[in-house]
């Protein structure tokens, strides 16, 4: 039994994201995604989109926003690079993505990521210009993964 790539709708991404990630909520919109299964059982999903970052948003960034998988060995790892691939063959020049502090970023790694930076916790998301309500918001020092 080996694992083997899946098209998915961003409906039943975002379904088994909600099921399976650990912190974070599905994303609300994404550019591309796919799913890593064994014997026609979904394991994991992987969700790339437009970097959230402005300063990445160049049109030739991609940001994987949710992997979140079932447990089963290797899958994150799998989808990381089935991720970065498909983003090169698409015309992107650019992989990105963030583990938060706590996380050991051996499927990163495992796929040919490597860090690029430390981003500190912000304090939320409200600006002069634009106010929010941050009270929901919690933030963590994260660390800038970039596939190689």
Known sequence: MSLYL??????????ACERW???NKPPRGDLFRVGAAVDGELVAVGIAGRPVA?????????????????????ATSFLYGALRRAALALGYNRVVTYTQAGESGASL???????????????????????????????VNRTLWEAS
């Open 6 to 15: 899946v098209p998915l709708s961003q409906r039943a991404a975002k379904e």
């Open 21 to 23: 990630h650990r912190h």
């Open 54 to 74: 402005r300063h990445l948003d160049d049109g030739q960034t991609v940001e994987v926003t949710r992997v979140a998988s079932s447990g089963y060995d290797n």
């Open 109 to 139: 790694r495992a796929a040919g990521y490597r860090v690029l930076a430390e981003r500190p916790a912000r304090q939320g998301w409200t600006s002069m210009s634009r106010q929010r309500d941050d009270a929901a918001y919690k933030s």
